[in-house]
Each structure stands twice: as C-alpha cells, then as structure tokens.
C-alpha cells in the first residue's frame, strides 16, 4: 500500500485519503459557454506528467493538495491549499470571480 | 532406518521420536522432521501422483518448492510433506491416485501421453457439441486435488501491522550479513525467514574442499544476529508479496503481518534447477539441493548409489558431501567440458569418483512400475541438447542434478524489476527497483560465498546511508567468480516423459508444441500448456520454458522473458487474507431500548436501526399498525442517524445559500426551510432542513448515509472560498426523536414548561431551543411523515433520558415507537422522495418537481449553470406518483416503467397504504407518461404487466392540513 | 467486526499491585472533555488559563490533570481531569456562548467516546487495529495521531511518561460498543484486562 504524506499528518497509509479529483480552476459559470462549462464538469486532462489533485485526510477532514507524476505515480509534494487558495472568493450578481491562480 | 551421525541433521532432535502413519501404515519420524523427511529417513520415496499422468512422484526440492509432495491431511488437502512439520500421530494420505498409492490404477494414462498433447481437453471433448457435459465428471474425477474436510471449524487468524527501518528478505549469508551491518548502523531490522532455521544455504550448502566453511560462516552470523538488540527475527514466515512502498504480507502462523519498512533488501536467494532428460521426475531424482538439505537438515541418507549430473562446480561439491556420508558415488557427470575449478575434479578422483565430462544423463532408467530410479543412460553432449547415440549405463538409486540457478525473483518483479537473460552467464539478471528496494546475494547474481558476502555489505551500505545512520562496518570488494549455468541443460528424448513442468506433467514436446502452433508469446504459452500454472509458479521451469521459446522462435531469451509474477509467492490460506476483518457498525444511545421493545433492525449505512416492532413474520402488518397509530394517536420514531451540521460563524448564510439550492440569506431566526443539494453536474445528491438558531448559526439535517460526504464537500468548497465560517459535523453528538401524530403537541406540553407550544406561537417549520425533560434541546416541526411533529434534538449524552421521558409522558396518549418501514408508507403517503432511494445519478431538481426549491434570484450555487443548461433543454422522464388497485401484484423497486417497447423508467419506491387502501408509489416515467390520470405500464415480477395510474402528490392530505395545524 | 473468538470477553477486574505493567482498557467516556475550533480559540484557551501545544497533533498535560491536545493550526481538544472528575473542563463547556469571536465549541463529549488503554504492551495491541507505527521511538510522550483503527476514525493521544506509556483513544460515540470489542479482541493475547474507572481515582 501506499503512503502519502499529508501536511498536517504527516505520512499515512493511502487508505487513510480520499481522492477529491483534479485540481481545476471553475470557469465563471456565469459568463462562460455551455461547452465550457461542460469540458470543465466533465473532462479530465488525462495527461502523462505532473498533474494537481485535491485530497483528503479522513480522520481529520482535512483538505490538501498534492502533486503527483502520473507516469511513476510518485507524489512530488502535498501542501496546504492555503497556498493556493489566500483570500475570500466572491460570487456577485454580474460576474464570478475566481481569484485562485 | 537409521539417520547419519551428528552433525547432519540440523533441524531433528534424535532423543523425540513420534509415531505417525501415511496411506493407513504406521511409520516413525523425529521431532523436527518434516512429513516427507521422515517418510524417506523410512525409505519411503513415493509420495504422491503427479496431476495429468499419475506418474510416481518424490521430493525434487525438499525446500517446499515443488508440487510432488503434495500430500492429504485428515483436515486439510495439499499439504506440501517437505515443508509440513511432523505432528505425532498425523495420519497422512496420497492424493491424486484411484486405488492405491503405490499401485494407482490411472497410471496408464502415462501411456497415452501421446494422444493427450497440451490443449488436449478443449480440442477432444468439446466435439460434437454437448460431448463436454460427458467427459466433464469423468476428467474432474481424473484430476482431483486432495479431499476438503467439510465439517471443518473456522479458526482465529489474525493481521497485525509491524515497523522497522530495514526488512530484510531471506536469511541465507546474504540477508543474515546485511542485517547485522545495518543493525550495527543503528537500524531496527525485521529480518524474515521461511525456514524454521537460520542460514538458508548455509544450512545444507558445501562451500569449500574441506566442508567446513558453511557451517563455520552459520555460527557466527546466525549467533550475531540472533544476539542482537536492533535485530528482530521471524521464522517460518514467509513474505508473500511486495507493494507499493515496501508494504509487505508476512505470514506467519495463523498471523499475517503487515509489514512497512523503510527499506527493503530482498536476499531471497535462487531456486536450484533441474535437468531436462527422459523420466528425470522419478522418484529418486532429486535436486542436488535436496539430497544435501536431506542429509545435513534431517540426517537422512538419500540412497545407496548416486549419480551425480551437474552443469557446475557445485555439483563436484555436493558429490563429496555425498561420499563423505557414506553414498556410493557412481559418478559424476559434468555437462562442461571443464570444472571451474580443477582442484574439484582431482579432489573426486582421489576419492575414486569418476568424472564423465561433457556428458549428461540421457534417461533415468526404472523397474516395473517406476516407482524408484534404478539407473541412469550417461552420453556424451554432441551438440545443443544433442547426445551420442550410445552410452554407458549405471545402476543407482539416487541421480542429483544441477543445472544451475534462477533468481528468486518474484518479489521483485512485483516491485517494477526487469529481468534481462544474460546470453554470457546464461543466467537471468534483474534491473530497474523502485526506491528503498535493494536486492542482494544469489539474488542479485552472486554465487561465490565471498563475493555474496561482500555484496550484502555493500547493500547494507547503502540502507544505511539512506537511513541517515552512520556506517561501521568496512565494504569488501567483490572479485570474478565462475559462472554457476549450463546454458543449455535441456535433452530432448524422442520417447518423451522429459519434463519441463513436473506439476503439469509437461513435456518439451509440449512447449514446442505450443510454439508451432502460433503461440509465440510467453504468456500465451503458459495460458495455452499450463506451463507455470501449477503450485510451483514455474520456479524451475520459466527458465528451460523461457529458453525453448526463444529457440523455437528464433528470439533472443531476454526477448521471450518469463511470464508476469503475480503475488501470492505462495499458497496462502483465505482464512489469512479474511482473517479478523473489521465491520464497524453504529448505535444510537437508545439502541437498548429498540432491543427491549423487540425491535427487528436494518442497517442504514453502517448504523443499526429499527425497521419495525415485532416479528420478522409479521412485518407488513407491525410496519402497517405503525404507520396507523401515527396517522391516528401519537408514535415516536429514533432519528438520531440523520446527519447533523452545525455552521457557525458571520459567513454561515452566505456558505449554506452556495451550496444549497434555495435562499438563506433573508432566512428569519427561528425558521427552518428545506435544503437541497445538487453537485456541480446538477445532480440532485442530498437534502435536508435548514434551521437558523441566530444571526451566525445553522443547524443543518442532511442524510444518513450523505452527510460525511455532504460535510467533506462542505470543507473541500470552503478551503477554496475562505469564508469566514466553522463547519462542524455534530451527527453523533447530536441524536434526535421525532414524535409525530395527533397528539404530539400533548405529549410535549407534558415535558416543555419553557415553550409557548401553540400552533401560533410554534409554527410549523419553526424552530425553537428549549427544554424538554430538564435537558436544552433544539426542537424542529416538520412534516417529513405529513403528521404534526417535533423532531428533538439533544446531546448524545442525554438522549437516553429524552427517549424514556417521552415515553413516559406518552403513555397516557398511547405513544408506541415506530420503525424506519413505517416512515417510509408514511412520507411515501405524502409523495416526499428519499435522496438516492427515489433519486439516481441522474437526476436533476426539474425530474423531482423541486424547481420550487431553487432560488433564481443568487448569483451562484453548486450545479447552477448545470442546472440552468439542464432546463433549458427539453425534460425527458419525471417522478411521478402512481396507484393501483389493493389486489393487483405489487411492483418492487427497480421495476421497470414501458413506454411502448421501450423502457421509460424504473420504480423506487412502492408499499400498500392502509390510509387509501390502495397500492401507492413512486416512478421515473418519460415526460409524455407523467400527467395525472395517465397509465404507465409497469413490468412486475415473472414479466406480468400492469397499468398503474399516475396521480398529482402528495396521495394523502393533499391540503397538508394534518402537519401545518 | 467478525471476531472468531467469541470467548474472548474480558471481565472488570479489581486493581491490583503490579496491574500499572499490565495491558488494561479503561472506558473513559463518562469523563468530560469538549473542543474549540477558530482563529481565536488559542487566544480565548489561554486566557482561560491552558498551556497550549505549540505544533497541532501535540498534546499538554495542564497542573489539574487535564490535557490540552492540538489537532489543526486552530483546533484543540481538552480532556476533564481525574482529580476533579473533569468538573473545570464541563464548567468551561457550560459557560462558553457563541458571539462574535472566531472561537467555536464543539461538542466531543457528546460525538466522542474515550478509552484509555495503559500497560507494556500498548503499541502491539494498537499494532492489531492500525497501521499508524504507536511504538514509543516513533509515538513518544505528548504525541498525537488522527488516524485510523480497525476502519474507524481515532484520535490517538500518548499521554504516558517515557516509561509508562497510555494512549488516550477518542472515536465516534456511536461506534462505542463496537470499537472496545475491537480492542478487547487485540488485548486478548496480552492478557489485557479491564478495569473500572473509579479504579484509577
């Protein structure tokens, strides 16, 4: 079995996680096109190489990041989100923001 | 029989002598005997039939490598006699014959090996068509594998998990000098042995002229390591796989252990080949190996008169150990022109052996019913698998062969190794591990004791480093050593019997057959011959197979390759894998009293709940005075399972109303609104009610089975948006009753002074904290069961009390507990649709006539624009209500909906409703199917069709007037 | 859980001399403890007095017996103390009230059940349940593990001196009954016993 290390746990069996799909940054479901939306929702990049995922530590509920080859499937790094994610997001009624990079 | 003298016989304690039988005649053994040790220290060599020809089989490796000890126990079948400790008074038994052991009356079918070439079953008896139904009992009863014991009783097995820095594989010089160096670095070792001593080939192996050094070399190590702090050994453990990041299944005993280490070193060493001529599976042939491991482990003498074939100078080893125990060496026959070593060659002339160089055996002669070797055809190599045609023959009762080695490489061909055919070494060499994976040892291609030994340091070495502990220990260099593989160890006979695959009685001509065929694949050649496929895995015969493809294909044998190892590494039992299996379940503070109550209990998820009161036999009717003593008095029902959520904080508004379907922003305190959920395809995936407890605080009710789900994708959205907020998943800390019924207000005013509980000043979906029965609650009116009730929610702690308060207050008024069936006719009653019971993965709010439930007025939640793009395209199917007369078959869920010959949609829900004395329920059907007063067909069991009527919901008190006043 | 060994049923024993060695459960889950989880609960809990950990999945023990565990960068849990029956930890959960401070209660009495498990051999035991490495080297005095034992979640706090170590295990309530069979099954082959909580006053 796997081990993965999580930020705040440190490294853990892979049964302890749950995979919470790619990383992708939300088109702005307001502004976008239906196949834009829809490519978001449903497609995934598939890619050989690094790819960013969510992920889960069940025993704390805790959410990180992780960065993994998709060729070896080593795990090159996991992180808080906080990284990422660093200041509150806003839905207004024109447009929808996402300020995540 | 008597044994050999001290110092053979490593593993025996002479003084302990037990009684045993095999085949229903009495025999004696010695403690520490091995079943097969003690059956041939009595002269007992045949032990069992082989599988496709019943030939006479004995010992190949003595090492549990090989499927010709297969023996029955009273309880247990394929029981390998050569690794099988013996038990006093064991009664063993063959296996595989029809009449006798000895005198099987099936071994004639040796004689038709011809007409049963590999593939024979599928070509032969599929034809005419049927003709398979036929022969099928009769090859069954052919080819049986030992008798199970039915009334067998489960025994305890166990897991356990275990840690250490380095796991060393294999205790043999290798595995026992690389613990003791990274032990001696500081490192915890785990080191694991599958035999019950320490040394591996140390324990039976000649190293050196004088017969000295393996034992020597043994002591020292073995008493280093067996001494030492940081070392912990496992015997008789064998670990049956490598994954990923050195996790690995160690069984020992009825115990698997699950072992994580940082680092792995595996010193499995290699598995001693035979030599393919004609009849080199009678009893009496034996691996050099084995006739070694016989005499030094067991003290048994494994004949009178040898001969002795190798393709190595251990061979000329062996040969000595042989004579020095007093076995007649007939000769020794050198497939090489040349020992390595000349020093070997004058060492056995010197003890009269004569050395027949660039020879091999041709044939293994017996007597009538070959049930003994009695003889080998010697002949001199002319050519690659080519021999004179004439010879000299030699009486024997015991002919050793070594052809050389192979890797013992399925650990780590599991882990990610390349094995690549070294044409030069005429020997398979391994490439490519994974990190923190390190091989060692005849493993890794070391056969010299020296250079095994240096290598193993140097493997140590490297662990060490990687450990961040510091070395003590000096490297030694590793020197050229002689190639131990004759590279073509294969003499075809042109009467055949010359096997490939002992366990599956394969033949070269079978390989070769297989090939010409058009099976050119490695893997399809083991699929189509069954090469490999028996209990020994091809651990001696993927090498003479690899290389009879590769020349029959005129391929290169790296080319060719073996085919994939799978784990287990060996046998193991179901009961190891299954063994102490963890189901958790979850029970409410009440459960005790559903129980007393004669509660029958379901489970929802993994929470133990009631389904109704009283006999399994007389469910439809308890589930139906249940649901009536609601509708009519006053019932109470345990809901503590729903989930619960408490969000806090001065963004819980603007979290629930993104993800939630309807407004919360505006919700008043003291109000509940229901909440749906959809994801981000618009897929309906939970729901709930929202209760607003004050300006910053939620409480929010979600399923049973959704809320772990709903509560994670709550932290996933919110470690992206920041708000400022806490969600907390309070499902156990919080349980609940609802009591519903005409007279729940009654019963409440008993227990809840400090509540104005009128229909006025407790409105229906308000929500109040007060206190019921002294205990703070939050109390909800709902109307899930379309009666007036309260939910009341409490501490955990305290629900117990709650529940016997009502109780008790309830008495007067006749409350009686009601089960999850009878809530289900009763929302169903009121057309309220169960999340994942009346919805798919499909469904979106539109299909469920939720569109009342979603706000258009926000600018964003989960699943808008997919719920916005869903609606705009034209509906396909909706959830509608339906009827049917009491007496018409009743549809279960998953029943299917027609629309013509078409299916339209499915049934999800359906009971028989005392209250309108109709069959009721709910169905996806397609859109043109759902308006009131249509028929759907419905398709019920043993394919009866019935035309139900689709109705306007709710089927009951369609004004809701019973919940609202 | 599909135990075979349904006779494995360990009675309450009375404490006895030489019982600190031995392998013994104690079911603590009548003793109060409660959570705060906020950017402001560290400032709020050591206003109230508790010495905090300085790194989450670390634990203090407080001069009144009770112990502070960190489970995040925001969240702690506080377990009552023997000495007083956990009387200061329920007076802190009756007097805390939701306000406009980012310091939010959570109620672990109520959501988590607590066993204390004690003795030589704790590590091994845990060893049958978890597959989180419990020994003292890599689980010393003041560590915390939020993991997973025989398939349900557990806070696993080491709350033991170098010598004598125990684990204080915090697990959903409603699994109670389910996960002490659990640990009573893995206790069984260390002769675990199991004694009463009045025994540890």
């Known amino acids: ?101 | 029989m008597s044994r050999l003298p001290a110092p053979m016989g490593l593993l025996i304690d002479r003084n302990q002598p037990l009684d045993f039988s095999f085949d229903g005649k009495p025999y004696q053994g010695l403690a520490g005997d091995s079943i097969a040790s003690a059956l041939l220290a009595n002269g007992r060599f045949l032990l069992s039939r082989s599988f496709k020809y019943h030939r006479p089989r004995g010992p190949l490796t003595m090492a549990g490598q090989d499927a010709n000890t297969l023996v029955q126990l009273q309880s247990e079948p394929n029981v390998l006699a050569d690794s099988h400790l013996l038990e006093s008074g064991v009664q063993v038994t063959g296996q595989n014959f029809n009449g006798s052991l000895d005198n099987d009356n099936d071994a004639y079918l040796g004689k038709f090996s011809k007409f049963m070439p590999v593939g024979f079953y599928y070509r032969s008896f599929y034809k005419p068509k049927g003709a398979w139904k036929l022969w099928e009992p009769i090859i069954r009863k052919k080819a049986g594998l030992g008798v199970l014991d039915l009334k067998f009783q489960p025994e305890y097995y166990d897991k356990a998990y275990l840690f250490a820095d380095l796991a060393v594989i294999g205790a043999g010089p290798a595995g026992l000098q690389a613990a003791l160096t990274a032990a001696n670095a500081g490192a915890k070792v785990l080191l694991i042995e599958q035999q019950p001593v320490l040394g591996g080939s140390l324990t039976y192996a000649r190293f050196d002229l004088e017969g000295n050094r393996a034992q020597t070399l043994r002591r020292e190590l073995v008493d280093a390591v067996e001494g030492h702090a940081n070392i912990r050994v496992l015997k008789k453990a064998t670990c049956n796989a490598w994954f990923t990041d050195n996790y690995l299944p160690v069984i020992q005993n009825k115990r698997m252990y699950k072992v994580r280490a940082t680092q792995c070193l595996i010193a499995s060493g290699s598995f001693d080949q035979p030599v393919i001529f004609r009849n080199n599976d009678l009893p009496g042939v034996m691996l050099t190996s084995a006739a070694q491991r016989l005499m030094k482990l067991y003290a048994v003498k494994p004949g009178k008169r040898a001969v002795v074939l190798t393709g190595n100078d251990d061979g000329y080893l062996a040969a000595l150990d042989l004579h020095d125990q007093g076995v007649e060496v007939a000769a020794l026959v050198d497939m090489r022109n040349n020992p390595a070593d000349r020093a070997l060659l004058l060492a056995l002339e010197r003890r009269g052996i004569v050395c027949h160089l660039g020879s091999t055996v041709f044939e293994a002669l017996h007597e009538k019913g070959m049930r003994h070797v009695s003889g080998a055809d010697i002949r001199k190599i002319t050519g690659l698998g080519q021999v004179a045609s004439s010879g000299l023959v030699l009486d024997c009762d015991l002919l050793c062969m070594s052809g050389g080695y192979m890797p013992v490489y399925q650990l780590l061909c599991q882990a990610g190794g390349k094995l690549a055919y070294d044409d030069q070494l005429a020997e398979f060499t391994l490439s490519g591990l994974p990190k923190n994976l390190t091989v060692a040892g005849s493993a890794h291609g070391y056969h010299a004791l020296d250079n095994v030994l240096a290598d193993a340091i140097h493997a140590a070495a490297e662990i060490v480093v990687a450990l961040n502990l510091e070395l003590t220990s000096k490297p030694l260099a590793t020197r050229p050593e002689a190639q131990v593989n004759f590279p073509w160890p294969i003499f075809p006979h042109p009467k055949g019997k010359d096997f490939v695959d002992f366990d599956e009685d394969l033949q070269v001509r079978d390989i070769i057959n297989a090939t010409k065929i058009g099976y050119r694949d490695i893997q399809l050649v083991k699929r189509y011959s069954t090469v490999g496929m028996g209990p020994s895995q091809g651990r001696h015969s993927a090498l003479p197979t690899a290389r009879l493809v590769a020349a029959c294909t005129q391929r290169g044998i790296s080319e060719t390759g073996v085919t994939t190892a799978r784990p287990p590494f060996e046998a193991e039992k179901l009961a190891h894998v299954a063994g102490r299996a963890f189901d958790p379940y979850r029970q409410t503070p009440m459960h005790k009293r559903h129980m007393d109550a004669g509660a029958k209990m379901m489970p929802a998820g993994i929470w133990q709940r009631p389904a109704y009161y009283g006999k399994a036999s007389e469910r439809d009717a308890c589930m139906q005075a249940e649901a009536l003593h609601v509708r009519n008095k006053v019932g109470i029902i345990d809901v503590s399972t729903l989930g619960g959520l408490d969000v806090r904080g001065p963004d819980a508004a603007e979290l629930l109303n993104r993800l939630y379907t309807f407004a919360f922003l505006k919700q008043p305190i003291g109000r509940s609104r229901y909440a749906l959920m959809t994801n981000e395809h618009g897929v309906v995936i939970d729901d709930g009610v929202c209760a607003r407890f004050g300006e910053n605080h939620f409480y929010v009710t979600a399923t049973t089975s959704g809320v772990d789900r709903i509560y994670q994708q709550m932290l996933k959205w919110n470690a992206q948006w920041r708000l400022n907020v806490d969600i907390a998943n309070v499902t156990a800390a919080i349980s609940a009753v609802n009591v519903a019924g005409p007279d729940s207000r009654k019963v409440l005013e008993k227990v809840c002074q400090d509540l104005d509980l009128s229909a006025e000043g407790f409105p229906y979906l308000g929500v109040r904290q007060g206190t019921v029965a002294g205990i703070k609650t939050r109390l909800l009116r709902v109307g899930f069961v379309g009666e007036l009730g309260y939910e009341i929610h409490v501490p955990a702690r305290h629900a117990l009390k709650l529940w016997d308060a009502l109780m008790q207050a309830g008495q007067a008024f006749d409350i009686r507990p009601f089960g999850v069936e009878a809530q289900r006719l009763l929302r169903l009653e009121k057309g309220h649709v169960i999340i994942s019971q009346d919805t798919d993965g499909m469904t979106h709010p539109a299909e469920i006539d939720m569109g009342w439930a979603v706000s258009r007025t926000k600018p964003f939640f989960v699943g808008r624009r997919s719920v916005d793009i869903l609606e705009a395209q034209p509906q396909k199917r909706k959830l509608v209500g339906f009827t049917l007369p009491r007496v018409s078959p009743r549809p279960l869920e998953g029943h299917l909906v027609l629309s013509g010959a078409d299916i339209s949609g499915n049934v999800t829900s359906c009971e028989y409703s005392q209250s309108l004395d109709k069959i009721i329920g709910l169905a996806y059907a397609a859109f043109d199917q759902s308006q009131p007063g249509q028929q759907i067909p419905i398709r019920v069991e043993d394919g009866v069709i019935v035309h139900a009527t689709v109705v306007k919901l709710p089927f009951f008190d369609p004004e809701n007037q019973r919940q609202e006043h | ?201």
């Not at chain 1, 290390?5 to 069996?13: F, V, W």
């Not at chain 3, 006895?16 to 609960?41: I, K």
């Not at chain 3, 989450?56 to 969240?75: C, F, I, K, W």
């Not at chain 3, 557990?154 to 915090?170: D, H, M, P, T, W």
Request: with cysteine; hydrophobic share 40%; proline share 5%.
């Open chain 1, 1 to 101: 079995m796997k081990v993965m290390t999580c930020p705040l746990n440190g490294p853990r069996n892979i049964s302890e996680f749950t995979y919470g799909g790619e990383f992708k940054q939300m088109p702005d479901p307001q502004t976008c096109s239906d196949a834009e939306w829809a490519d978001y929702v449903f497609n995934s990049e598939d890619i050989l190489g690094v790819v960013r995922e969510w992920w889960m530590h069940n025993p704390s509920s805790y959410w990180f990041l992780v960065e993994r080859h998709t060729g070896s499937d080593e795990i090159l790094r996991t992180f808080d989100p906080k990284e990422v994610f660093n200041a509150r997001v806003e839905f207004t009624a024109v447009t929808a923001k996402e300020t995540a990079r």
């Open chain 3, 1 to 201: 859980m599909s135990s075979l060994n349904t006779e494995s049923h360990i009675e309450p024993a009375p404490l006895q001399l030489g019982t600190l060695e031995q392998c013994t459960l104690v079911d603590l889950t009548e003793l109060p403890r409660v959570g705060f989880r906020g950017q402001q609960s560290a400032e709020y809990l050591q206003a109230r007095g508790f010495t905090l950990p300085d790194a989450p999945n670390r634990a203090v023990t407080q001069a009144d017996g009770s112990h502070v565990a960190r489970l995040s960068q925001t969240e702690y849990l506080i377990l009552g103390s023997l000495q007083d029956r956990g009387e200061r930890i329920a007076d802190e959960q009756a007097r805390w009230e939701l306000d406009h401070s980012a310091n939010y209660l959570l109620p672990r009495e109520d959501s988590h059940a607590w066993l204390q498990l004690s003795g030589v051999c704790i590590a091994e035991v845990m060893a049958k349940l978890c597959g989180v490495d419990l020994r003292c080297a890599a689980f010393p005095p003041g560590a915390v593990a939020q993991t997973s034992a025989a398939r349900i979640n557990v806070i696993v706090i080491n709350l033991g001196s170098k010598g004598q170590a125990a684990f204080q295990i915090l697990f959903d309530r409603a699994s109670l009954e389910y996960f002490k069979d659990a640990v009573l099954d893995a206790m069984a082959e260390f002769d675990g016993q199991v004694l009463e909580i009045e025994a540890l006053q």
